[in-house]
């Protein structure tokens, strides 16, 4: 038999694009929490976080540009981390959602996300 019949395929997987953040399109080295809720602009080593969370929410996060860059306190290990304090992650969910609803609509935002976090509204 013929190696033609049946090409060998690379292994590779195709690489995703990721989309630029919409909430803070410049990625250089400040954590999004520090400046939003100590107005602190000092540079510091930065983790990427998707907002929307779980598997899909991180999917989605991606494709949508629904992602800051916080520091490793806000991102894992402060009282204020968004993996720790629910009341912090809602305020990035609340941030991300009137970010997007600033060029989409808000029945945009509910077939893509599913879910108002929006206070403003609930």
């Known amino acids: ?4 019949m049946f090409p060998k395929t690379s292994g590779k997987k195709k690489r995703k694009k990721h989309a630029k953040s919409i909430m803070q399109p410049d990625r250089d080295n400040h954590c999004y929490l520090c400046m939003l809720l100590h107005d602190d602009y000092h540079e510091k080593n930065v983790e990427e976080h998707h907002v929307i969370p779980g598997t899909w929410g991180r999917q989605k996060s991606e ?3 629904l992602k800051v ?13 968004v993996h720790r304090n629910i009341e912090i992650s809602r305020v990035l969910q ?3 959602q009137q970010t997007y609803e600033q ?5 945009e935002w ?3 996300i599913g879910r108002n976090y929006d206070i403003k509204t609930i």
């Open 1 to 4: 038999m013929s190696d033609l």
């Open 63 to 65: 494709e949508l540009g």
């Open 69 to 81: 860059y916080l520091c490793v306190e806000h991102h894992r290990t402060g009282l204020e981390a």
């Open 94 to 96: 609340q941030k991300a």
């Open 103 to 107: 060029t989409h609509s808000h029945a």
């Open 110 to 112: 509910m077939q893509e």
